[in-house]
């Protein structure tokens, strides 16, 4: 098994197992990782591929010429690591969805969110806004 660091996207910066799988599904033909490790309060992510030579080979597809899809201006680094930390891993929590999950990605509709958040009071109410400038 061949592990490699992607230096730019991690939990800090907001990025998903799902973010980093969609960049190689979009690319196709792309050998995809086994496993993504997301570290809580880190940067960074590790994806673990097969063998070297499909680690390789993903890596050279992406690796300064891929970003994520919300992001696709700024691409992605990766680099080989011999193995994930072990450290790091200690008590981190499982970040796996449950095994009976279904995710409905469009369960609400642009306009339906719209008028959802147009519906909640954004304006501070009360004696406690006089106190916020103290």
Not at 89 to 100: H, I, N, R, V, W
Request: with cysteine; charged share 20%.
């Amino acid at each position: 098994m061949q592990h490699v660091l992607v230096c730019n996207a991690g939990v800090v910066t907001g990025s998903s197992r799902e973010d980093l799988l969609e960049v190689f599904h979009r690319l196709g033909g792309v050998p995809l990782p086994l496993s993504v490790a997301l570290l809580p309060g880190k940067s960074y992510s590790f994806l673990s591929f097969a063998s070297s030579t499909e680690a390789e080979e993903a890596t050279n597809a992406v690796n300064g010429k891929e970003g994520l899809q919300q992001q696709p201006q700024q691409p992605l680094y990766l680099a080989y690591v011999d193995r994930i930390p072990e450290k790091s891993l200690e008590g981190a929590p499982d970040f796996s969805a449950p095994p009976d999950l279904v995710l409905c990605p469009d369960f609400v509709s642009e306009e339906e969110e719209g008028d959802m958040l147009g519906s909640m009071e954004w304006e501070e109410q009360g004696s406690n806004k006089s106190l916020r400038n103290r």
